[in-house]
């Protein structure tokens, strides 16, 4: 008589307050410390990637060590279709959603010598149109029900185009004004959207920035993400002094711009 | 969301519109792999009609009367047919639903999977004792026609089984006949617990008995309260209602005490939604009673039953964490040492109750049943943010005083009860036999719904124990 869809994590009990969420791109960097620290504050989450092994080795982490629960579904976010069908699945096995997190991204070496269509195509499918895939459906039942949050992760490179990821900068500015138009749409809904722009963040894209300019860890961006999602922020830098530079950065008139080596 | 709104869950809601549309989601649901729940009017005070992302069947929409014999009290409904539809069609002709809850907003198909119990039991028994027949959907498809006679296991299993064994698709009721359509009500107060229990015993024999106990204080007048019992007026059946005009007066009042809306009055409640509010509310119930003590009136059936109805939305006053119900009942010899311990525990714990009502009843046959010779207590609580870790403290040690003396738990109302609680009281014989009947009506485990997994994982295969 089992059903195959239902799980204890999806039990819930009317006294005891469960807060769910999905992190897609949660097996490292950002989203691993994320679903670190959403656990350590109770959260039960689903953790999609495409890497099973380190999924399977965060959700026992999170399992044994944290307040949370965890369990992971292997997705691959260019692979559009299947979403619909997953997030069916996944809100299943949670038993609800309160919070979702698009935090799938890539980014190819800061290189102003390549011109890569592939390397490009890619870069956008997985940073701008993974999410069109995932946050329709995610927009969509938090509007019915009239609460929930999406936690999006872009960049302070997407603020502006930028001579040596031209495909980044614009993937996540994109991004940004996408996520712009769903918040917009949202708040009059009582759905919270935060867009997050990092800046350097010690994670496996680090080492394709051209120069280190003041990274803070992972653990520490998760933390400032943790803060604006208590706070309902919509839009947040992390950490904040990038809002000063990004603001300088968008100040210098292009014809000026195009003469920087950034 | 619940009735009591402390509990919400996302589910894909169907209509079905008969039988048919309910075969189709019952296929949908298989091949999914999703399971189903039902929903009436959702008037359960926790999460029994709720099935959190799965399938739920709202069924309000079946809402016809199919037969009525106003000649011996007969009535076949659909089982979304509301207790207030039932009474407005059938007392103009001397008749009344012989048991009836404190609002008219369940339809009798929530009614019968909760084999509830109104303010008479002790007289008339349960909702179910007045099922004649019912027709009922399994989940393989099947219809199945039960009553006394006629597949009787499956009778007295599926009313009270809280959604778990089929879909009641209709009912025949037998009503109660009446004269007038009035009761004569006459109000004692008493000065502490062993004066209500004395009083409600005594009167156990009126037509109908309830006590409000003040749940706010402790010491020497630790369970005062005031109860109210009610005797039908017999009167020349001429003096039945036949006109709109004289079945206005059977309505509840729009207006409190003739001038305040009634409709707003949600707004003024909030304000005591406190610790020092309700007891100010108590207190003053308590001294008006006592003022008026021995006092003797005339109400309509509707408004001496449907209490919860007086102020519309009232509930709201309780947003945004709503409010949730504890009630247990207990054995006769037992009822005023466990009453008394859990006022106690309420009075001292940092959520005390709002509300305290005690009722008398009697053992039943059913195979699901909260009854048995002695009292229940409802307990009503405000749920905040920063009182559930403590409420759900304070409701486990209660269940442990109340498993001790041998009561049980009413799953209409619950918010709380975990497994081990819900095994204990209903006994291994009654899980074995439930789980015989859930394997013989649904053997693919379709029916499920929050409160099904919260309180018997087991049912559904589920090896959880989350208590």
Same mark, same amino acid.
């Given at each position: 008589?089992?059903?195959?869809?239902?799980?204890?994590?999806?039990?819930?009990?009317?006294?005891?307050?469960?807060?769910?969420?999905?992190?897609?791109?949660?097996?490292?960097?950002?989203?691993?410390?994320?679903?670190?620290?959403?656990?350590?504050?109770?959260?039960?989450?689903?953790?999609?990637?495409?890497?099973?092994?380190?999924?399977?080795?965060?959700?026992?982490?999170?399992?044994?060590?944290?307040?949370?629960?965890?369990?992971?579904?292997?997705?691959?976010?260019?692979?559009?279709?299947?979403?619909?069908?997953?997030?069916?699945?996944?809100?299943?096995?949670? +038993?609800?959603?309160?919070?979702?997190? @698009?935090?799938?991204?890539?980014?190819?070496?800061?290189?102003?010598?390549? @011109?890569?269509?592939?390397?490009?195509?890619?870069?956008?499918?997985?940073?701008?149109?993974?999410?069109?895939?995932?946050?329709?459906?995610?927009?969509?039942?938090?509007?019915?029900?009239?609460?929930?949050?999406?936690?999006?992760?872009?960049?302070?490179?997407?603020?502006?185009?930028?001579?040596?990821?031209?495909?980044?900068?614009?993937?996540?500015? +994109?991004?940004?004004?996408?996520?712009?138009?769903?918040?917009?749409?949202?708040?009059?809904?009582?759905?919270?959207?935060?867009?997050?722009?990092?800046?350097?963040?010690?994670?496996?894209?680090?080492?394709?920035?051209?120069?280190?300019?003041?990274?803070?860890?992972?653990?520490?961006?998760?933390? @400032?993400?943790?803060?604006?999602?208590?706070?309902?922020?919509?839009?947040? @830098?992390?950490?904040?002094?990038?809002?000063?530079?990004?603001?300088?950065?968008?100040?210098?008139?292009?014809?000026?711009?195009?003469?920087?080596?950034? | 969301?619940?009735?009591?709104?402390?509990?919400?869950?996302?589910?894909?809601?169907?209509?079905?519109?008969?039988?048919?549309?309910?075969?189709?989601?019952?296929?949908?649901?298989?091949?999914?792999?999703?399971?189903?729940?039902?929903?009436?009017?959702?008037?359960?005070?926790?999460?029994?009609?709720?099935?959190?992302?799965?399938?739920?069947?709202?069924?309000?929409?079946?809402?016809?009367?199919?037969?009525?014999? /106003?000649?011996?009290?007969?009535?076949?409904?659909?089982?979304?047919?509301?207790?207030?539809?039932?009474?407005?069609?059938?007392?103009?002709?001397?008749?009344?639903?012989?048991?009836?809850?404190?609002?008219?907003?369940?339809?009798?198909?929530?009614?019968?999977?909760?084999?509830?119990?109104?303010?008479?039991?002790?007289?008339?028994?349960?909702?179910?004792?007045?099922?004649?027949?019912?027709?009922?959907?399994?989940?393989?498809?099947?219809?199945?026609?039960?009553?006394?006679?006629?597949?009787?296991?499956?009778?007295?299993?599926?009313?009270?089984?809280?959604?778990?064994?089929?879909?009641?698709?209709?009912?025949?009721?037998?009503?109660?006949?009446?004269?007038?359509?009035?009761?004569?009500?006459?109000?004692?107060?008493?000065?502490?617990?062993?004066?209500?229990?004395?009083?409600?015993?005594?009167?156990?024999?009126?037509?109908?008995?309830?006590?409000?106990?003040?749940?706010?204080?402790?010491?020497?007048?630790?369970?005062?309260?005031?109860?109210?019992?009610?005797?039908?007026?017999?009167? /020349?059946?001429?003096?039945?209602?036949?006109?709109?005009?004289?079945?206005?007066?059977?309505?509840?009042?729009?207006?409190?005490?003739?001038?305040?809306?009634?409709?707003?009055?949600?707004?003024?409640?909030?304000?005591?939604?406190?610790?020092?509010?309700?007891?100010?509310?108590?207190?003053?119930?308590?001294?008006?009673?006592?003022?008026?003590?021995?006092?003797?009136?005339?109400?309509?059936?509707?408004?001496?039953?449907?209490?919860?109805?007086?102020?519309?939305?009232?509930?709201?006053?309780?947003?945004?964490?709503?409010?949730?119900?504890?009630?247990?009942?207990?054995?006769?010899?037992?009822?005023?040492?466990?009453?008394?311990?859990?006022?106690?525990?309420?009075?001292?714990?940092?959520? /005390? /109750?709002?509300?305290?009502?005690?009722?008398?009843?009697?053992?039943?046959?059913?195979?699901?049943?909260?009854?048995?010779?002695?009292?229940?207590?409802?307990?009503?609580?405000?749920?905040?943010?920063?009182?559930?870790?403590?409420?759900?403290?304070?409701?486990?040690?209660?269940?442990?005083?109340?498993?001790?003396?041998?009561?049980?738990?009413?799953?209409?109302?619950?918010?709380?009860?975990?497994?081990?609680?819900?095994?204990?009281?209903?006994?291994?014989?009654?899980?074995?036999?439930?789980?015989?009947?859930?394997?013989?009506?649904?053997?693919?485990?379709?029916?499920?719904?929050?409160?099904?997994?919260?309180?018997?994982?087991?049912?559904?295969?589920?090896?959880?124990?989350?208590?």
């Amino acid at each position: 008589m089992n059903h195959p869809n239902m799980s204890p994590i999806t039990f819930s009990r009317p006294l005891e307050r469960v807060t769910r969420a999905i992190i897609v791109g949660a097996s490292s960097g950002i989203g691993e410390a994320l679903a670190l620290k959403l656990a350590r504050e109770g959260y039960v989450l689903a953790l999609l990637s495409r890497s099973e092994d380190k999924l399977q080795t965060l959700c026992e982490k999170i399992n044994n060590d944290t307040l949370g629960q965890a369990t992971y579904f292997v997705h691959d976010v260019k692979l559009t279709t299947e979403v619909p069908e997953l997030f069916l699945k996944v809100c299943t096995e949670l +038993g609800g959603l309160d919070l979702f997190v @698009y935090n799938a991204g890539i980014q190819f070496p800061n290189d102003p010598t390549v @011109y890569s269509t592939e390397n490009d195509l890619d870069t956008f499918h997985v940073n701008l149109l993974g999410l069109a895939s995932w946050l329709n459906l995610v927009a969509r039942r938090f509007q019915k029900l009239k609460s929930g949050h999406i936690v999006v992760v872009g960049s302070v490179a997407g603020d502006r185009g930028r001579r040596g990821m031209p495909a980044y900068t614009a993937s996540k500015s +994109g991004l940004h004004t996408y996520v712009e138009g769903f918040r917009n749409r949202l708040y009059r809904h009582g759905v919270v959207v935060t867009t997050v722009k990092p800046g350097q963040v010690s994670t496996s894209l680090l080492k394709n920035a051209d120069k280190e300019l003041w990274p803070i860890s992972a653990d520490l961006a998760a933390e @400032y993400i943790w803060r604006a999602i208590k706070r309902r922020r919509m839009v947040v @830098y992390v950490p904040s002094r990038w809002f000063l530079i990004s603001w300088l950065i968008r100040l210098i008139p292009s014809i000026l711009f195009r003469k920087l080596n950034i | 969301m619940s009735w009591g709104m402390a509990s919400e869950a996302c589910c894909y809601v169907y209509y079905p519109e008969d039988e048919n549309d309910l075969l189709e989601i019952f296929e949908l649901a298989k091949v999914r792999g999703m399971t189903v729940g039902f929903r009436g009017a959702g008037q359960s005070y926790g999460d029994a009609a709720l099935n959190g992302e799965q399938i739920l069947v709202d069924l309000s929409g079946w809402n016809r009367i199919l037969d009525w014999d /106003p000649e011996n009290g007969l009535i076949t409904v659909q089982s979304g047919v509301t207790i207030a539809q039932l009474w407005r069609r059938v007392v103009s002709s001397g008749w009344w639903p012989p048991v009836v809850p404190g609002t008219m907003n369940p339809t009798v198909g929530g009614c019968a999977s909760m084999n509830i119990h109104g303010k008479n039991h002790w007289q008339v028994g349960s909702f179910g004792d007045h099922v004649v027949d019912f027709k009922a959907l399994l989940p393989s498809g099947k219809i199945v026609y039960c009553s006394r006679l006629k597949s009787q296991d499956l009778y007295y299993g599926m009313l009270g089984s809280f959604g778990m064994l089929g879909c009641f698709l209709s009912m025949t009721l037998q009503l109660k006949q009446i004269s007038s359509g009035e009761v004569q009500v006459t109000a004692l107060s008493a000065a502490n617990l062993d004066d209500l229990l004395r009083i409600i015993d005594i009167h156990k024999d009126e037509d109908y008995v309830v006590g409000w106990v003040d749940c706010m204080v402790g010491s020497s007048a630790i369970g005062r309260g005031i109860v109210h019992t009610a005797r039908h007026l017999d009167l /020349p059946s001429q003096n039945i209602l036949t006109d709109d005009v004289a079945m206005s007066t059977h309505e509840l009042p729009t207006k409190i005490l003739g001038v305040l809306p009634a409709k707003y009055l949600w707004i003024f409640l909030r304000m005591f939604n406190h610790r020092m509010g309700y007891k100010i509310v108590n207190a003053v119930r308590y001294y008006l009673g006592l003022l008026r003590n021995g006092h003797r009136f005339v109400q309509s059936l509707a408004q001496f039953n449907f209490l919860l109805d007086y102020i519309p939305n009232w509930k709201r006053a309780f947003l945004p964490g709503g409010l949730i119900q504890y009630q247990c009942f207990v054995p006769f010899r037992n009822a005023y040492t466990v009453f008394h311990k859990i006022i106690q525990c309420c009075t001292n714990s940092k959520s /005390p /109750p709002y509300l305290g009502v005690v009722k008398r009843h009697k053992a039943d046959d059913f195979l699901i049943s909260c009854n048995l010779d002695g009292y229940s207590l409802a307990i009503d609580f405000s749920v905040k943010d920063s009182n559930r870790a403590g409420l759900s403290s304070l409701l486990a040690e209660l269940d442990k005083i109340v498993l001790d003396a041998g009561g049980r738990f009413y799953f209409a109302k619950d918010s709380t009860l975990n497994p081990e609680v819900a095994r204990s009281f209903l006994g291994p014989k009654t899980l074995a036999r439930l789980m015989e009947l859930k394997l013989g009506c649904d053997p693919g485990g379709l029916l499920q719904s929050n409160l099904s997994r919260r309180i018997l994982p087991e049912l559904h295969g589920y090896q959880v124990d989350k208590g």
